[in-house]
């Protein structure tokens, strides 16, 4: 008895040491294991559970953890639960973790284990739960993994394992959830999984799957999900797919090389709820018996399918049955880049629980259907790129949980409806962009107070930009007059595009108070003045684009216009600055500057005045040339030499006495001045210069 207890005391202090094991290699920035301490037992300590005084339960999940596993983890020899789900555990998983005999639930889920898992974990006979997925492990899918007689669940998703899937996992018999996705796997799914008669989910979406879908997939009646999603699975369905699936929820197929027909045997598996056959290569109409199905979700966007005026469109006046059944009904309806034309119907409006349409990039002509007003659960309305045309029903306005609405690229004429301007709800983006619109966008417009993105681009609207605007992202159309200050308010706005206008005065400062603004586009309006200061202590502003505008002054020289790519400014003859990248004239100094305006005002008078006497003057000796010339006709002009006598040099010098000192009268830097009696008995001065010898 005595050795039995000193065993038993022995036992648990290994389990105590063991824990402190663990404790010792994690750092615990959080606290988590602050009451791991001699003060209380361990079985005390929070996260541990103990039966009999031994631990039987490891619960540290969300700790906040971050080191490895020690081997010491082995050694609670009685541990049942070991759940250290999403923390910052690294490392190879230790071969210790084999010993525990008595392990049903192990969660090693959303940290950074590495490394392959050690083949020393197939002797946890025991366990059942395997959440292993969100690491980074690598190499293959153990085959010992299909000898654990009694697993359940296996969750190895969203790693880095290779290979195939290994034929032995069809021996797991008890398998009801195996999840492979995103991955590495190839090959294909083996023959033998039809032996998984209780797998309820499948899923190896994202890996490199190839070849046709096996048989054996279309075989598995007890499946509730089968996710396909994104791999390269090629070929037809099977004309029968959905005969053998009478408790499938959820069928994900698409983002494959699947092409052909959709399957109207889909219809027969009669529990479906979310049919996904999205970017794939499917043909032809879709089946009218899938109107059959109470859907929730119909997802066939980016494949080849058809409907028209004459027909295709049979399955969605079945789709509406659910709706009126009070059945929760279809919900998303996304057939998004197809080849559907002709007019949209109006029994679209009678899907009363739908949340998300999406029709856009098909030829759908005609008028949006007035009755899409009636969904009144709408969410997401897409319904751009197509040649919708005519106005916009006024009945959207009753869409008043709508968050998205798109109705861009298509030839809709007339005004916006003011009801579109009444759906507070809007916030993720209303863009009438690239359609025919016109009229004097109202000041309704500022009610969108929660609207990310507002697009109205390249549409024939006119008038000033209303100082109401809630929020603006593209305005490029005709609008004139000065941009609002009151956008200061637009905190949250992320994009504003004011291109291609008539827009006129300043930028205004107030622009540098909208904190989240990351683009700013206001080229090729006919903005002047200087570059708003405070626009280079806008952190969140990376694009700027004030290309041809007539604006000058000095650029900035913070934030964004240290950018060569994000900021443009083209176009703009009068700007200057000194940073090389811009390549533009440096400005003066500003004290160079101010001394020249005030040069300016003191030279302008001056040269104003002198100007006016020279013209005064200029007028006055015209005056005079004119008279002197009607007083006197034949005056001979002091200039014409014709009109003096022509004296020699000898003459000259026989004057002066032989330019005789006495005769000196003075001397300068060009020569000497001397007087004389020239024998015409005129007695004069002759002046000689450079060109004249000069008697020195």
């Avoid at 650029?555 to 964004?560: D, F, N």
Wanted: glycine content about 10%.
């Amino acid at each position: 008895m005595v050795l039995l207890m000193f065993l038993q005391l022995a036992a648990a202090n290994t389990d105590g040491d063991a824990l402190l094991a663990f404790k010792a290699a994690v750092s615990d920035p959080a606290g988590a294991l602050a009451s791991w301490n001699a003060t209380v037992h361990f079985c005390q300590w929070r996260g541990v559970n103990c039966t009999a005084g031994r631990v039987t339960s490891l619960d540290v999940s969300a700790s906040r953890l971050v080191g490895t596993l020690p081997q010491a983890v082995g050694n609670l020899t009685h541990l049942e639960t070991l759940n250290l789900t999403n923390n910052g555990i690294l490392g190879s998983v230790p071969a210790s973790l084999g010993r525990l005999q008595r392990l049903s639930y192990l969660s090693l889920c959303d940290n950074a284990f590495t490394g392959e898992l050690p083949d020393a974990l197939r002797n946890s006979t025991s366990v059942a739960v395997a959440y292993l997925n969100s690491n980074r492990f690598t190499g293959g899918v153990p085959d010992w993994l299909g000898a654990l007689p009694n697993l359940v669940y296996l969750r190895l998703s969203t790693n880095s394992l290779s290979g195939v899937i290994p034929p032995s996992l069809a021996n797991g018999t008890k398998l009801q959830w195996l999840d492979l996705d995103q991955n590495l796997l190839e090959g294909t799914v083996p023959d033998g999984f039809s032996r998984l008669t209780n797998l309820r989910l499948f899923s190896v979406y994202q890996n490199r799957l190839a070849g046709e879908i096996p048989p054996v997939i279309f075989n598995m009646s007890s499946l509730r999900g089968l996710a396909a999603t994104n791999n390269a699975f090629r070929g037809e369905l099977p004309a029968d797919a959905g005969a053998r699936w009478p408790n499938l929820q959820s069928l994900y197929l698409g983002g494959n090389r699947l092409t052909g027909p959709i399957p109207a045997s889909l219809a027969m598996a009669s529990n479906l709820q979310v049919l996904s056959l999205a970017n794939d290569s499917f043909t032809g109409r879709v089946p009218a018996e899938i109107g059959k199905l109470c859907l929730q979700a119909l997802q066939l966007s980016n494949n080849e399918l058809t409907a028209s005026d004459a027909g295709g469109w049979e399955f969605l006046d079945g789709l509406t049955n659910c709706s009126s059944l009070n059945i929760v009904g279809l919900q998303t309806l996304d057939l998004n880049s197809n080849l559907l034309s002709g007019v949209m119907p109006e029994g679209i409006g009678k899907l009363i629980n739908l949340q998300e349409l999406r029709l856009q990039q098909n030829k759908l002509t005609g008028p949006v259907p007035s009755s899409i007003g009636n969904l009144k659960q709408l969410l997401s309305l897409d319904l751009s790129d197509n040649l919708l045309n005519g106005s916009i029903p006024p009945s959207l306005g009753n869409l008043q949980q709508l968050t998205l609405l798109n109705l861009s690229g298509n030839e809709l004429t007339g005004h916006v409806p003011k009801e579109l301007f009444s759906l507070s709800s809007l916030s993720s983006a209303m863009d009438l962009s690239d359609n025919r619109l016109g009229g004097i966008l109202p000041g309704d417009v500022g009610k969108l107070v929660k609207l990310a993105l507002l697009s109205l681009s390249r549409n024939r609207f006119s008038g000033e930009v209303p100082s109401e605007l809630g929020s603006c992202q593209s305005l490029d159309n005709s609008f004139t007059g000065p941009i609002p200050s009151s956008l200061r308010t637009l905190k949250g706005l992320r994009r504003l595009n004011l291109t291609s206008n008539r827009l006129s005065g300043s930028i205004p400062p107030e622009l540098s108070q909208m904190s989240g603004l990351q683009e700013l586009y206001l080229s090729r309006n006919d903005l002047s003045g200087g570059i708003a200061a405070g626009l280079e202590d806008m952190s969140s502003l990376t694009e700027l684009d004030l290309s041809y505008n007539h604006l000058d002054g000095p650029i900035p020289v913070r934030g964004v216009f240290t950018s060569t790519t994000g900021f443009q400014m083209a176009g703009n003859g009068a700007l200057c600055g000194d940073a090389p990248q811009l390549r533009l004239p440096p400005c003066p100094p500003a004290n160079s500057t101010r001394r020249g305006h005030m040069l300016l005002k003191i030279a302008l008078p001056i040269i104003g005045g002198s100007t006016l006497c020279f013209a005064v003057l200029c007028a006055l000796l015209q005056w005079r040339k004119r008279k002197s010339t009607a007083a006197d006709t034949t005056a001979r002009s002091v200039l014409n030499g014709n009109n003096y006598p022509r004296v020699s040099y000898a003459e000259l010098a026989r004057a002066t006495d032989n330019f005789a000192d006495d005769n000196l009268v003075g001397a300068g830097k060009y020569g000497s001045v001397y007087q004389g009696t020239l024998s015409l008995k005129t007695k004069g001065s002759v002046g000689v210069f450079e060109c004249v010898p000069v008697k020195t």
